[in-house]
């Protein structure tokens, strides 16, 4: 899919996305359990609309990345109202810069689905990490568990084109080939959800 589609796809989404920041549920869950050890400057591509903020230590210096003007929007406006401080930027994560080793946490929650080239955006991810840093991912793919399995492989087609989104991707597959080191892994939902911490490889 184009990322012209994608963004245009995303930017129809945003209102939906900012009503699940204040949600109490498994999601969130998951989101606060990766993230409560983030720390330091923070790097997060794919932000979306700010689910992620209220995780973050008061003291830490954010960098939120996404391609879609509508997220942005919707970020600023989550980020005004716990009173953080962020740096904005928008633009595709495949193609953006940021100077090497200049973020101690790195992270992506629910975007590797998405990513035309999810491997590139690996090798990016651990390059703006300090080398004692870390790199915090949740995400989700292909289950272990043949029928659910079949069913992702039957919908990815239309999950693609209504939401941008791949449901039939390996996740570990693509962390373990990337130049990172899973410190530690948590799996959930037939293994097709993954909570990822890992940091850039020596």
């Known amino acids: 899919m184009e990322i012209e589609r994608q963004v245009e796809l995303f930017n129809k989404q945003a209102t939906k996305y900012v009503r699940r920041v204040n949600q109490k549920n498994s999601d969130q869950k998951m989101r606060q359990r990766l993230l409560q050890g983030a720390q330091g400057d923070i790097l997060e591509v794919s932000v979306g609309a700010g ?7 008061k003291t830490s210096r954010i960098t939120a990345v996404d391609f879609s003007p509508a997220m942005i929007e919707q970020a600023k ?21 940021f100077p090497e080793k200049s973020f101690d946490t790195v ?14 955006v690996l090798q990016k991810l651990s390059s703006w990490c300090k080398e004692d840093g870390q790199v915090l991912l949740y995400e989700h793919g292909i289950s272990s568990n043949p029928i659910f399995a079949w069913l992702q492989h039957k919908t990815d087609a239309f999950f693609l084109k209504k ?8 996740i570990l597959g ?26 850039p490889k020596e």
């Open 163 to 170: 939401q941008g989104c791949h449901m039939n991707r390996d």
């Open 174 to 199: 693509l962390v373990q080939s990337a130049p990172l080191s899973i410190v530690r892994n948590e799996s959930y939902m037939l293994n097709a959800v993954h909570l990822i911490w890992a940091k």
């Open 77 to 97: 406006l989550v980020a005004s109202e716990q009173s953080r401080q962020v740096d904005f930027h928008i633009g595709n994560v495949e193609e953006i810069d």
């Open 107 to 120: 992270i992506s929650t629910l975007s590797l689905c998405s990513y035309p080239h999810p491997e590139k």
């Open 51 to 57: 689910a992620n903020f209220k995780y973050y230590p």
